[in-house]
């Protein structure tokens, strides 16, 4: 039900920063979390960030102490700062909207693919 449109992604070298965008078109429910997946070539769609309504923020590993998630309430939007960018990093990147439950299990593993709703994807590429 909800639309989420995501800002332009870009291109950096390693040790550079971005910082990417997603407008919803309603406010977070109870129960419901935002987040932001990425998908590398040839690689499964993985979770890099997931917040709720009370600001409590998740992160993959692969991220921690780089990445900062967060939400504006007035406006509907979503945010990803990414600092200390790898190759690695290189990913097209996706706004989602969907149940907290198992959107946080996708951190340990499980498949969230088809719970959420989703943005329309933005390129990030790190060189080296």
């Known amino acids: 039900q909800v639309q989420l449109v995501e800002s332009a992604g870009g291109s950096v070298q390693s040790g550079g920063s971005l910082r990417l965008s997603c407008t919803a078109s309603r406010y977070m429910l109870n129960g419901y979390c935002m987040g932001w997946f990425r998908r590398a070539p040839g690689k499964r769609r993985v979770a890099v960030a997931i917040?709720?309504?009370?600001?409590?923020?998740n992160y993959g590993d692969f991220v921690l102490g780089r990445f900062t998630i967060s939400h504006e309430t007035k406006t509907n939007t979503l945010y990803l700062q990414m600092n200390s960018l790898k190759p690695e990093d290189t990913a097209v990147y996706y706004c989602?909207?969907?149940?907290?439950?198992?959107?946080?299990?996708?951190?340990?593993?499980?498949?969230?693919?088809?719970?959420?709703?989703w943005g329309q994807g933005t390129q990030v590429s790190v060189s080296s």
């Open positions: 917040i709720d309504q009370y600001d409590t923020a």
């Open positions: 989602t909207a969907g149940p907290c439950q198992e959107m946080r299990s996708s951190l340990r593993g499980f498949n969230y693919e088809g719970y959420g709703s």
